[in-house]
């Protein structure tokens, strides 16, 4: 089991950015694949980034592609969002996860941080 806590959520103007950060913590973070995830009210919780365990294959949700950057330091038990452009529909908690298998299935990561939030304003 790994412990995860996200930081770096907050209120931002459309177009502006944010930097999400995910530190983990108890076993091996280098062991995991990483995921992160968004729920807006009333909606289901949705994909948005996955990375492997070492940071060489990435994958984005169509919504965010070219926009969101995904990275890790694994010597720093750190995985990170990078959001550029963001837009009102961007407004949701976001979650990273950790699991075994690199999936965009929320029901396949086993860990997961408590959320942040990201309130984009127009």
């Known amino acids: 089991q790994v412990q995860l806590v996200e930081s770096g959520g907050g209120l931002v103007q459309a177009g502006g950015s944010l930097r999400l950060s995910c530190i983990a913590s108890?076993?091996?973070?280098?062991?995991?694949?990483m995921g992160w995830f968004r729920q807006a009210p009333g909606k289901e919780r949705e994909f948005v980034a996955g990375?492997?365990?070492?940071?060489?294959?990435?994958s984005y949700a169509d919504s965010v592609k070219g926009r969101f950057t995904t990275s890790r330091d694994n010597a720093k038990n750190t995985a990170y969002l990078q959001m550029n452009s963001l837009n009102s529909e961007d407004t949701a908690v976001y979650y990273c996860?950790?699991?075994?298998?690199?999936?965009?299935?929320?029901?396949?990561?086993?860990?997961w941080g408590q959320g942040t939030q990201v309130t984009v304003s127009s």
């Open positions: 108890g076993r091996t973070f280098s062991s995991y694949v």
């Open positions: 990375l492997s365990w070492n940071g060489g294959v990435r």
């Open positions: 996860a950790a699991g075994t298998s690199r999936t965009r299935a929320a029901t396949a990561y086993a860990d």
